[in-house]
């Protein structure tokens, strides 16, 4: 269960990917740091810390995830240039009491498709003028390797557009419903900043339409290039 418990906290809000396929036009990134609140039924509440920095034309994005007797880790690094992203490494772990397990991707593992971590980043920069926007159209398709270098495959669509209220503030949110084809009853509402690529505002973990899980932004520090530690 504790497996279980720090996979899901991390998979949550990490799961999503695509391909390398870029369009005109993205938001800028911006390093920032951040903290959610993740509450899951049957599991004391947890916070999650994400941060996301940049070192010359490499970024890395980090999010860990902690209980009292466990705690989980996820890390990716990826290059940017211009509107092209590659994935050069990703690592993850968790740990319960004195057992755990580490993950490992390397640059040529991440050849076709990006790990999880780069992938939330790209999608998070796609969704503002993703096409996927009614039952009528087809689902945008995303691709992505997940920890352990395994292909997944899932769909989503665009359902809404709003002005999200959180903890950490009032922020504009595009909001997309997220599901696997083989697991059609499990669905991920992810709400992302259309400004800010890899923040996450909110997320929702459904199963046979109920809400099994519950992801918001707690706390948000946008980070000045100078103020960014090595």
């Given amino acids: 269960m504790s497996k279980a418990f720090l996979h899901r906290a991390i998979v949550l809000i990490v799961v999503l990917a695509t391909g390398l396929q870029t369009a005109s036009a993205h938001a800028e990134p911006v390093p920032f740091k951040a903290t959610y609140a993740l509450a899951i039924d049957g599991w004391p509440d947890a916070r999650i810390r994400h941060r996301l920095s940049?070192?010359?034309e490499v970024w890395q994005s980090e999010m860990n995830a902690a209980i009292a007797v466990a705690e989980g880790d996820e890390r990716s690094r990826f290059r940017l240039e211009g509107e092209l992203i590659e994935a050069e490494a990703y690592a993850s772990g968790y740990r319960f009491l004195s057992f755990g397990e580490r993950y490992?991707?390397?640059?040529?593992?991440?050849?076709?498709l990006p790990d999880r971590q780069t992938a939330l980043f790209i999608l998070s920069r796609q969704?503002?003028?993703?096409?996927?926007?009614?039952?009528q159209v087809a689902p945008c398709t995303l691709r992505f390797l997940n920890y352990k270098g395994e292909e997944t495959l899932l769909k989503y669509r665009v359902v809404d557009r709003d002005q999200a209220r959180l903890p950490a503030g009032t922020f504009p949110r595009i909001v997309i419903d997220a599901w696997n084809p083989e697991k059609s009853d499990r669905h991920l509402i992810m709400g992302f900043h259309p400004e800010i690529p890899g923040l996450l505002l909110s997320l929702e973990y459904r199963r046979e339409g109920e809400r099994k899980s519950r992801l918001v932004l707690s706390q948000l520090t946008l980070v000045e290039p100078g103020d960014q530690q090595p």
């Fill in 127 to 135: 969704v503002d003028k993703a096409r996927c926007t009614h039952n």
């Fill in 104 to 112: 490992r991707l390397s640059a040529d593992e991440l050849t076709h």
């Fill in 54 to 56: 940049r070192q010359g």
